[in-house]
């Protein structure tokens, strides 16, 4: 069974870049039809797909974030990572990384809280 752990960076200054690496334990990142995501939850609010990264290594973004957000893997750690540049206290989140089959996300990291304070 698949697990997928992100890393925990805690406050976060504004204009800084966040940086987030889920590791991936029970399967590999490289293996095909999967793609490994961002996701994100402000409070109060809904989820909200920031992105992701294919099996072949492709990426994808959302438009309102993609001036902002770069995904990318350490296939050798078997992890990925987002970067999220010039934050703001709206980016403050609960963030998420899943995998995804198609339109199903299938497994999930617990969560990690980053709250952007001065």
């Known amino acids: 069974q698949v697990q997928l752990q992100e890393s925990d960076p805690g406050l976060v200054k504004p204009s800084q870049t966040l940086s987030l690496t889920c590791t991936v334990s029970?399967?590999?990142?490289?293996?095909?039809?999967?793609?490994w995501t961002w996701i994100r939850q402000p409070p109060g609010k809904g989820l909200e797909w920031m992105g992701a990264?294919?099996?072949?290594?492709?990426?994808y973004y959302s438009p309102t974030l993609k001036s902002r957000t770069s995904i990318s893997r350490d296939t050798s750690k078997n992890q990925f990572t987002l970067q999220l540049s010039s934050v703001t206290p709206e980016d403050t989140a609960v963030y998420y990384c899943?995998?995804?089959?198609?339109?199903?996300?299938?497994?999930w990291g617990r969560g990690t809280q980053v709250t952007v304070s001065s």
């Open positions: 899943a995998r995804s089959l198609g339109n199903t996300w299938d497994s």
């Open positions: 029970g399967g590999s990142i490289t293996t095909n039809l999967y793609y």
């Open positions: 990264i294919a099996s072949s290594g492709i990426t």
